[in-house]
């Protein structure tokens, strides 16, 4: 996964793609061990406010408390999951394809009832042999290819208990978002090209997400779909607590803006568990 935020530095944390580096062609690896955990706590405040905001607002569509089990694909350092208490989920789990990343997360964020594992591919998600009550993937979906999200989707099937939740982000392409890339791949060492391979908007979301796997809806219902990320973050360059009060003051269940730089989905599994 890369940094969706303007920034002339090394891609973002928040997730990487559960396949081999290799695959969407740029190198997760080189970097640094907890570089963006780092970021996410006393990085720039535009930086800052962007993973706060978009881990907070996660964690809106999830059980306020006794939500069970949680798994989060790519979870690169840990850092989502260092910001869920016991009481919202008494097992937590993160999984991600960088031993350094998960050694940090591991080091730095593991606890009684949270650990972090290494998965070689997307695959290796069946391993796991055990439903969730909630599944986050957080901005890695645009970096798989189609066969890749097809690959995905028949482990999640797996892996989200009969009526558990889902919740996915990714880069919204009908926003500013395709301006900020751009700007991104002209000043930063890092190409965006190469990353984001599978681009989602908030108006074709479903569509293609059935098109990618025809059977998506019969396995999952779309409970919510909203945008995050319009203005408020890059208000942090002025003050990062005003910003980040203003990025809560509107319930997000209520806003329904179609142009916010992050697209944000919940999916409920429907049927039964697939074996």
């Not at 910001?83 to 730095?108: C, H, K, S, W």
Request: proline share 8%; glycine share 6%; hydrophobic share 40%.
């Amino acid at each position: 996964m890369v940094e969706a935020v303007p920034t002339n530095e090394a891609p973002r944390d928040s997730g990487t793609p559960s396949v081999p580096p290799a695959a969407s062609g740029f190198d997760y690896s080189a970097i640094p061990s907890g570089y963006y955990d780092r970021v996410l706590r006393s990085g720039h405040p535009v930086r800052r406010l962007w993973h706060v905001s978009k881990f907070e607002r996660v964690l809106d569509y999830l059980p306020p408390e006794g939500g069970g089990s949680i798994l989060d694909i790519g979870c690169f350092a840990g850092s989502f999951l260092s910001m869920v208490p016991r009481y919202r989920f008494e097992r937590q789990v993160g999984v991600d394809i960088l031993p350094e990343q998960v050694a940090y997360a591991t080091a730095n964020h593991s606890s009684p009832f949270r650990s972090f594992r290494v998965v070689p591919s997307i695959y290796a998600l069946r391993d796991l042999d055990e439903p969730f009550d909630c599944v986050t993937s957080i901005e890695v979906i645009e970096h798989l290819t189609p066969s890749e999200i097809r690959a995905l989707f028949r482990q999640l099937e797996h892996l989200v208990a009969p009526g558990g939740r889902l919740v996915l982000t990714t880069p919204n392409y009908a926003s500013a978002w395709p301006l900020i890339e751009l700007l991104l791949n002209k000043v930063s060492d890092v190409s965006y090209e190469e990353q984001h391979v599978t681009r989602f908007t908030y108006f074709d979301f479903e569509k293609k997400l059935e098109e990618i796997y025809p059977r998506v809806w019969s396995s999952f219902s779309l409970e919510l779909k909203t945008t995050t990320h319009f203005l408020t973050p890059f208000l942090a360059g002025f003050s990062y607590e005003i910003a980040r009060g203003l990025s809560r003051v509107v319930p997000h269940q209520t806003w329904r803006q179609p142009f916010g730089n992050l697209l944000l989905a919940v999916l409920t599994r429907t049927g039964s568990r697939e074996v």
